[in-house]
């Protein structure tokens, strides 16, 4: 049994993405990012760092985004959303990868300078600094990309979800997507029916929690 818990519109999105492209049955939890959900003792039992997303496969426990839509992938073989030979394996973990230590990191700056961190903690001054890692990560996914489909060629993969749901953040974050072939990648890889469907699914979730 699988059970997600997480907060919708967040990284749990990617996991929910990945589990919907895999086909899998799970249960959604929606946890209360604002209302301290993630804080209280029992979810820290499960993610020390209170952090969302969380991922229970039965009696195991796995945290950090990268790795659960990668275990997603793995337990679920025939969807194919991750590569099984040595080398294309090696290259869809380095998107992922590039994701948590590149791509994500500038967004991730801004976000707490400006709404997630506590305010006495915010140095808006790191701002520029940011938005220019920003646009650096996001050249170097645009040459990786070239004139590829997917990251990996014309296979989709886990990689893709975890680039293209930061581009999604970067447009949040109103970071601008300088690259035409990041921008058709963006629209090609976010309209995926799965992800409409990972985006219903938190949606219901919340909307259970909230009526509970
Ligand atoms: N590296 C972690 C980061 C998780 C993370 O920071 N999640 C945010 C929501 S997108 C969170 O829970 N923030 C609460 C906090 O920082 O206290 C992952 O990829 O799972």
Sequence with gaps: MLTLLGTPNTRTTRVTW????AGAEYEFVAIDLIGGGAKTPEYRD???????PTLLDGEHVITESAAIVIHVADRFPDAGIIPTEPVARARCLQWCFFTIGELEQPLWTMSKHSFALPPD???PAIMPTAAREWLRAAK???AGLGDRRFILGDDFSVADIMLAHTLAWSRFAKQPIEHENLQAYAGRVLSRPALARARAREAAAKEQTTSA
């Design 18 to 21: 990945a589990l919907e492209e």
């Design 46 to 52: 499960l993610n020390p760092g209170g952090k969302v």
């Design 121 to 123: 903690w915010r140095t």
């Design 140 to 142: 170097v996914l645009a």
